[in-house]
């Protein structure tokens, strides 16, 4: 997959040539791969329930960087785990 990066925002082209625009949601570092959840571009904070989340390796060949898809079921439940806890960090520490 190509993509192309900027500000909170990415576009990404399939192997088919169709291209996404998706939201930076989070980034994670985890067993020394970087994990990006996205989100489609433009979805509203109202639509917050039925946002379908992406999550994507990014990956390194011949010195670019690509995204794909997680094939591992252990590997994505680890890095689902760990980004809905940085995701919802802010909302769980109690108030003062």
Excluded: C, W
């Amino acid at each position: 997959m190509e993509q192309q990066y900027g500000d909170d925002f990415i576009s990404i082209t399939d192997e088919d040539g169709k291209e996404y625009e998706l939201e930076v949601l989070a980034e994670l570092e985890h067993d020394g791969s970087r994990y990006l959840a996205l989100v489609p571009a433009g979805s509203g904070d109202d639509e917050a329930e039925d946002l379908e989340v992406s999550i994507l390796k990014s990956v390194e060949e011949n010195g670019e960087e690509f995204l794909e898809a997680i094939e591992d079921d252990a590997e994505l439940e680890a890095v689902y785990s760990a980004l809905m806890d940085l995701i919802y960090e802010d909302e769980e520490e109690p108030e003062a």
